[in-house]
């Protein structure tokens, strides 16, 4: 029912910043919950940050607190995540993902949309 595109993904030097994007067509769920999730090869995909439209609040995985923002422009129907102090770790396929229930569950399982992802490389 909706589709999301994410980009911004590239290289960066171990310490720096990138902001990925992630745009909604056909989406009109205010209330769902958003998330970006990444995966390393031989890893599982695991859950970076979610937010709920209402009331804002928002989740971090304990690997990138403090580090990472996820905030939600509605107007113009995107997703972003606001990267900085980047480690080598981080390197992984970025992907966006929605909740069609309004209420968040940070599991991937529980989401029903997806993007194709973009990656992230970091280097030291």
């Known amino acids: 029912r909706i589709q999301l595109v994410e980009s911004g993904g590239g290289s960066v030097q171990t310490g720096g910043s990138l902001s990925l994007r992630c745009a909604a067509s056909g989406y009109h769920f205010p209330d769902n919950c958003m998330g970006w999730f990444r995966q390393s090869p031989g890893k599982e995909r695991e859950l970076v940050a979610a937010?709920?439209?209402?009331?804002?609040?928002?989740t971090y995985g304990d690997s990138v607190q403090g580090r990472f923002t996820i905030s939600r422009n509605k107007e113009e129907n995107a997703l972003y995540l606001q990267m900085t102090n980047l480690r080598p770790e981080d390197s992984a396929v970025y992907y966006c993902?929605?909740?069609?229930?309004?209420?968040?569950?940070?599991?991937?399982?529980?989401?029903?949309?997806w993007g194709q992802g973009t990656q992230v490389t970091v280097s030291s």
């Open positions: 937010i709920r439209t209402y009331p804002g609040t928002t």
């Open positions: 993902a929605s909740r069609f229930v309004a209420t968040c569950v940070f599991a991937p399982s529980a989401f029903d949309y």
